[in-house]
């Protein structure tokens, strides 16, 4: 697969609603990365929020499987894909945002509190908030603080009718992380 398959695959599935909450795939991805471009994050980063959902459209589970009680993993779905085209600074926060969530809630009692209703209860299905024994494993990963700011991110990507950059605006970022 391509980027530009990619790119066709989150344009065109993207318009599924995003687990539960007020927006489609798509919003929140394009959300998740202008956040990022607005802190002046790195190509990579940037790139890394606007596939780090990419999991959820790979499968054919439905749109609010979390509800189901179903866990689609996808942190580690999309990355067969996305590992043979990007390189590690771009799916390693990908696959790491998941943990930066069950992270963040153990080390910030307060971070727990800011999660939709809808995260919370992927949480739970996700494994849970960490031990501050998984915590402490989880900071020494190479990329946890790039995938802290994307969980970080994710979470306020969720505004209902937000005005983004279109998903070609950030084609050009995106070709500059390619392996």
């Known amino acids: ?34 956040l990022a471009e607005k802190a002046q994050a790195n190509p990579a980063l940037i790139t890394a929020c606007l596939f780090h ?10 749109e609010n499987i979390a509800a189901d009680g179903i866990d689609d993993r996808h942190e580690y779905r999309g990355l067969e894909i996305l590992s ?9 926060p990908i696959r790491l945002h998941v943990e930066a969530k069950r992270y963040l809630c153990a080390v910030n009692t307060k971070y727990y509190e800011t999660l939709s209703s809808a995260s ?12 501050l024994k998984q915590a402490e494993q ?15 991110w994710d979470e306020q990507a969720k505004i209902p009718h937000l005005t ?6 950030f084609q ?7 392996n």
């Open 1 to 34: 697969m391509s980027e530009q398959e990619i790119f066709e695959m989150l344009a065109h599935k993207g318009e599924q609603q995003y687990g539960g909450e007020g927006v489609t795939q798509l919003e929140h991805a394009l959300q998740c990365a202008m």
């Open 138 to 152: 989880f900071q020494q990963s190479p990329y946890a603080s790039d995938a802290i700011k994307l969980r970080i």
């Open 164 to 169: 983004t950059p279109s998903l070609y605006y």
């Open 120 to 131: 919370k209860k992927s949480l739970e299905l996700q494994g849970g908030v960490f031990t």
């Open 84 to 92: 043979k085209l990007f390189l590690p600074q771009v799916t390693e």
């Open 172 to 178: 050009p970022v995106i070709l500059t992380c390619l």
């Open 53 to 62: 959902d990419l999991g959820h459209l790979m499968h054919n589970l439905g």
